[in-house]
């Protein structure tokens, strides 16, 4: 079955960076796009960046736009984001989520893991 | 970017009451919208997608409809199963917007 799992959040001190995982199996990863979803403490749903299957289309929300980049490796069906300069208000769990449409990104997550907690602190 | 709201913010029913979620978007998004399921500690689950389409092994108690600006998830016999937050989400234009999530309560 579809399985998304992260890994790599915890503590980290604000102006730090932090890099995240998300090993997927169960479903050909370099077919779907990928995609990061946070949820801030006692907030809803917001979605940060895109990766296409490829890797030739990366988007970003503005709020982390020129401190995050988003990466994947096919050949090891994993996904990366790695975060830098970090602020108070990137404290949120971190979902990476699986586009619904092979082969192309229609925005649309079917698949989510269980998250991974962020929280930038000093 | 499209601004989501939903209605209530929360609610509370009797098992077995017919529960209603109100989805609107700031512009037309025709049926570009999708319904989320999110318990605690919990990865999300996906509902509803594109306004009324039920996805694989959802319960049929579930269903969407609407089209444009309006939109709603509707559980016609709610179960205690069902204790989550609702969200929407809007995959007409980049970037893909959430709404602030409906609480539901037995």
């Known amino acids: 079955q579809v399985q998304l799992v992260e890994s790599g959040g915890g503590v980290v001190q604000p102006g730090r960076s932090l890099r995240l995982s998300c090993a997927a199996s169960g479903f050909a990863f370099n077919k779907f796009a990928i995609h990061w979803v946070r949820q801030a403490p006692g907030k809803g749903l917001e979605w940060v960046a895109l990766?296409?299957?490829?890797?030739?289309?990366?988007q970003f929300a503005d709020s982390v736009k020129g401190r995050f980049t988003i990466s994947r490796d096919n050949s090891k069906n994993t996904l990366f984001l790695q975060m830098n300069s970090l602020r108070a208000d990137d404290t949120a769990v971190y979902y990476c989520?699986?586009?619904?449409?092979?082969?192309?990104?229609?925005?649309?997550?079917?698949?989510w893991g269980q998250g991974t907690l962020v929280t930038v602190s000093s | 970017d499209i601004q989501m709201t939903q209605s209530p913010s929360s609610l509370s029913a009797p098992v077995g009451d017919r529960v209603t979620i109100t989805c609107r978007a700031s512009?037309?998004?025709?049926?570009?919208l999708t319904w989320y399921q999110h318990k605690p500690g919990k990865a999300p689950n996906l509902v509803i997608y594109?306004?009324?389409n039920l996805q694989t092994g959802v319960p049929s108690r579930f269903s969407g409809s609407g089209s444009e600006t309006y939109f709603t998830l509707t559980i016609t016999s709610l179960q205690p199963e069902d204790i989550a937050t609702y969200y929407c989400q809007q995959s007409y234009s980049h970037p893909p917007t959430f709404g602030p999530g409906t609480k539901v309560e037995i």
């Open positions: 594109d306004a009324s």
């Open positions: 989520a699986r586009d619904s449409s092979s082969g192309q990104d229609v925005n649309r997550f079917d698949y």
């Open positions: 990766i296409s299957f490829d890797g030739s289309n990366r």
């Open positions: 512009q037309s998004i025709s049926s570009h």
